[in-house]
């Protein structure tokens, strides 16, 4: 038996094969060497499946909610009530009508554009959920996302209440467990489970309400007085603890349930007493799904969030909900605040799916109390003690600062001064409203912006930046609570040049698709009048682009990116790009592929993307041939052998844990790194992406720089930012963080016109830049101008800051944390807590170690074997004489064909050869990416065997893949190529 990780690893006489094939996920073989037998999969699974009477386990234990008795229906509050209990548990009009809506009607969760220019919780002056102070985790790169939509088979939102047991002990007792089809319990089934009297599911009710008037010390001694009652019920037999905030009224305050939750689950564990229970939330605060998510993560088994349906039930009589017609009301046993209710279940089942799809996790079971979350803006102190094991970098917030929290908004709902007939606080989180939440993106910003641009008024200008940076009155970022230290300044003529930082502005990832064409090309023209770079987003790009105009403008973007739908990704148009980046997240939705509404897909961008007109196109969250960082380093071999004059980047998003994927990134040799912030736009992503996953580039920025910095791996790799940039002291902290280019995509949108409506998923952009729609695109009015004097602006302040800081250039200042401290007189009560002592620390090394890029990457390209291709090609690249080439191969031969491929791309164009021009016969093991994105005109047969990845973008040409003749099993029983055939061929 031969058992390695690819094929052709050792030279084995063909006739002696009799049976080849992989080994797949979640599969086993077993070679008992005594007894002289091979035992595969099903063999193995059937035995185990036979070792005990599991079906009548189930049978005979396991229940259901219909086999409990059936309770009466709880009260339905009374209007003025139901405002009350909303107003102190945050609800807002915005919560009703862009979140709760949205999902009762269409049962999924509501789509936003454009990206998170609120406060983080912690700078915020709102009294925000405690929900908001966590950041949803995600997988990049090894261990990648899960497509839920795709590969729907392998999901599941079943969830088990019960003691748990023993796993290493089976019997009976372990299907004694009571089985949910998904974890969010109506009303009348919590009392179900409540009222139960069955053997092994006895619940009670624990109170999470604390005393209001007693101030935010009660909110932790009733918590202290809840661990005691947790253990006293388990002592008792209860083996559900229904955690409960029904009753808030003038004197009662509940407990954030998330708080109550954590703290509840963490002190059972310390007490070893956790898996006698199953913990049930009967909670009024969450609303959308990233609530829910957090409640599962930290422990919760299932959740009751009656004020969620008691508000769907308010919208139906109000009429915000439509009433159900006729035919549809005879269709349904209930009224219609059922069936909103059971949308807005759906909706919430299927964002718990893609969350939790995201860290490549397929089951709700296995997310259960994974806590995978970032805490952004919480106390150590707070987090080792409710939340343990859980991450928090920047410190923040404590236990006594959620209760002020907590109380303000009590205040709101119970306080005897205010008029109770009051509605509800508008909002202003998801978009901007005077009064409302801040956003860095206002509208007197964006006119200063556009004024400023389009007059090419420079004092306008620092009007512009003065109002984005002073943020004494608003925080707004972590960036806000910075300031320089006092340096000796150096006269500006020292400094790095205007046009030498223009080569370090690229525009962010915006395809054109999401973005019309005319602002699509804009951005192109201006980034190559000034030297800079556009990037083409995932969409692809028209090959009429390449070539530039009689009066030297090019439309052509310099940076052409590769993400997973690999749309319009052919070797004509890798080899029109200076820079050839890997999508492998995006700070806006990241753990979730690309996103483009059927009504933005015209004739012209279904061209484009090689797909049909008016289908909505959604790319899979994982790029199915990249499952760990080897595959990575493949892709971006397979990139460089289609294009080596071009570089290779990998775009990350910030989170904990991005530096060891970056550093990962490196030994992979990419030339670049790009680390993007959560503040990222989109052109459409459901709303909790946008708002609750990933964190912003600051923590993400210095943490890569350290990491690769102590792995002695910054020297060779050059590191990126984006996410919410908009000024030259922006770009100056970039760099004292670790990077040493910048990305602008928002605010390069708004230079040309955009308003920032949120209406890109929509297609009805009201200025003609995020729609498709012809009528809409005339009224668009944006000139390159406009981008090359934001750039010049945005140059000139850099330098004006580096003179002051007594800096030559942008290279001298990488890393450079020692020039930069908190501000401390602008923070208030919230922020007052954090410190930034680990995003500002310096890694320790020695002076031989580079802190920043200063080699290229070797990428191994002189000894490949298309070296030799394209030397017998030769006839047929440059008469298009036909040849036909005979040779052996290898597994270390990988790419086979690639670079052969692009240079007929950039011989021929998107054409290539007449078919069948080069004939290559290949004879043996072929390695990795046999054919990747070939083109038109080669005809490949390989007479053996290939591994993983045959035919990547195919783009024209053909495989022919033949085992070896002597072999003698059946070809269609065995394997004789790897895995992830043909992806992203077009």
Not at 85 to 103: N, R, S
Not at 335 to 340: F, K, L
Request: glycine letters at 8%; hydrophobic letters at 40%; aromatic letters at 6%.
């Amino acid at each position: 038996v031969l058992y390695s990780s690819e094929m052709g690893v050792l030279d084995y006489p063909a006739e002696k094969i009799i049976r080849k094939g992989r080994l797949a996920p979640g599969k086993m073989l077993v070679i008992d060497t005594v007894k002289g037998v091979f035992l595969d999969d099903k063999e193995i699974k059937d035995g185990l499946a036979a070792a005990h009477d599991y079906a009548d386990w189930i049978d005979d234990y396991k229940i259901t909610l219909d086999q409990l008795p059936a309770p009466a229906q709880p009260p339905q509050p009374k209007h003025e009530q139901l405002r009350q209990q909303q107003q102190a548990f945050g609800y807002t009009v915005e919560d009703l009508k862009v979140i709760l809506a949205p999902m009762a009607v269409d049962g999924q969760e509501a789509v936003g554009s454009m990206g998170d220019d609120t406060p983080v919780a912690v700078l915020s002056n709102k009294a925000k959920p405690l929900y908001n102070y966590f950041k949803q985790l995600f997988a990049q790169v090894t261990n990648p996302p899960i497509d839920p939509i795709r590969e729907e088979v392998v999901m599941s939102l079943t969830q088990y209440v019960g003691q748990a047991r023993n796993i290493l002990e089976p019997g009976p007792d372990h299907c004694r467990m009571l089985e949910l089809d998904q974890p969010i319990l109506r009303d009348h089934e919590l009392e179900q489970l409540r009222q139960a009297d069955v053997p092994g599911f006895r619940g009670t009710t624990l109170s999470t309400l604390f005393p209001a008037n007693a101030g935010p010390a009660a909110l932790e001694q009733r918590l202290e007085e809840l661990f005691v009652e947790a253990e006293r019920a388990i002592d008792a037999g209860f083996t559900l603890l229904v955690l409960s905030d029904r009753g808030v009224n003038a004197e009662s305050a509940p407990i954030p349930a998330l708080l109550a939750t954590s703290a509840i689950h963490h002190h059972l564990i310390r007490a070893r007493k956790r898996t006698q229970c199953s913990l049930i939330v009967e909670t009024g605060e969450p609303r959308e799904v990233h609530h829910f998510a957090l409640l599962v993560g930290y422990g919760a088994t299932a959740i009751n969030p009656y004020l969620a349906f008691d508000s769907i039930y308010d919208l139906v009589e109000a009429g915000v909900l439509p009433a159900l017609d006729g035919n549809r009301a005879a269709e349904e046993d209930h009224d219609a605040g059922y069936v909103y209710s059971k949308n807005f279940i759906k909706a919430v089942g299927k964002g718990l799916l893609k969350v939790f799809s995201k860290m490549g996790i397929s089951t709700l079971q296995s997310y259960c109390s994974a806590q995978i979350f970032e805490a952004v803006g919480l106390s150590t102190a707070c987090v080792r003690k409710y939340f343990t094991g859980t991450a928090t970098r920047i410190e923040g917030a404590g236990v006594a600062d959620i209760a002020r929290e907590t109380l303000a908004k009590h205040r709101v709902a119970f306080a005897p001064l205010i008029d109770k007939n009051r509605d509800l606080d508008r909002g202003g989180y998801y978009a901007w409203r005077r009064d409302g939440e801040f956003h860095l993106m206002n509208p007197e910003v964006i006119a200063l912006l556009q004024h400023s641009v389009r007059a090419a008024d420079r004092s306008t200008f620092k009007r512009y930046t003065k109002l984005v940076d002073d943020q004494s009155r608003n925080l707004c970022t972590l960036r806000g609570l910075f300031k320089f230290k006092e340096t000796t300044a150096i006269p500006i003529e020292q400094v790095e040049s205007v046009e030498s930082l223009f080569k370090r502005f690229c525009t962010g990832a915006m395809s054109l698709g999401s973005i019309a064409s005319e602002a699509h090309e804009t951005l192109a023209i201006a980034m190559n009048r000034i030297g800079g770079r556009s990037n083409t987003g995932e969409g692809g790009e028209d090959y009429r682009r390449f070539e530039r105009e009689p009066n030297g403008d090019w439309r052509r973007s310099a940076i052409k990116q590769v993400a997973s739908g690999r749309f319009g990704v052919t070797p004509h148009y890798l080899v029109n790009a200076a820079e050839l980046q890997i999508k492998m997240a995006q700070g806006a939705k990241p753990g979730e592929g690309g996103q483009l509404p059927g009504h933005k897909v015209s004739e012209y961008i279904g061209w484009l993307r090689h797909s049909v007109p008016g289908v909505t196109l959604i790319s899979p969250p994982p790029h199915h041939d990249i499952y760990s960082i080897e595959d990575l380093a493949q892709l971006i071999y397979d990139l460089k052998n289609a294009n080596p004059e071009a570089n290779v980047s990998v775009k990350l998003v910030s989170e904990v844990g991005v530096g060891t994927v970056a550093a990962g990134v490196a030994k992979a040799h990419a030339d670049l790194v790009t680390i993007s912030g959560c503040e990222g736009g989109t052109g459409a992503s459901p709303v909790s992406s946008i708002k609750h996953a990933g964190i912003p580039w600051e923590l993400g920025v210095a943490e890569t720089h350290q990491t690769l910095v102590l792995n002695d791996l910054r020297g060779r790799i050059k590191v990126q930012t984006d996410g919410l940039l908009r000024t030259g002291r922006d770009v100056v902290i970039a760099a004292m963080l670790g990077a040493e280019e910048f990305g602008f995509a928002t605010v390069a949108l708004v230079t040309v016109g955009c308003i920032m409506m949120r209406k890109c998923h929509l297609n009805t952009c009201p200025v003609g830049i995020a729609t498709q729609d012809e009528a809409l695109r005339k009224k668009y009015n944006g000139k390159a101008e406009h981008v090359v004097n934001f750039f010049t602006f945005l140059a000139e302040e850099t330098r004006e800051h580096l003179a002051k800081l007594g800096v030559r250039s942008i290279d001298e200042l990488v890393g450079r944390t020692e020039l930069l401290e908190m501000n401390d007189a602008i923070r208030h009560w919230k922020s007052q807590g954090l410190d930034y002592a680990k995003m500002l620390a310096k890694p320790q090394v020695g002076p031989a170690v580079k802190t920043r890029c200063c080699v290229s990457q070797d990428h191994g390209l002189e000894k490949v074997l298309d070296r030799k291709l394209i030397e017998l090609a030769k006839p047929a690249l440059e008469h298009k004489q036909a040849v036909v080439i005979d040779l052996p191969i290898r597994n270390s031969d990988r790419t086979a064909c690639t670079m052969l491929s692009g240079r007929i791309a950039k011989a021929h164009g998107r054409d290539g050869l007449p078919a069948g021009t080069i004939r290559i016969n290949l004879t043996g093991a072929a390695g990795q990416s046999l054919g990747a994105f070939l083109a038109e005109g080669i005809d490949v047969t390989l007479t053996g065997e290939a591994n993983d990845y045959v035919g990547k973008g195919m783009s024209g040409g053909s495989i022919v893949v033949r085992p070896d003749p002597k072999v003698p099993y059946r070809w269609d029983e065995n394997s004789i190529v790897g895995n992830t055939v043909l992806y992203g061929a077009t």
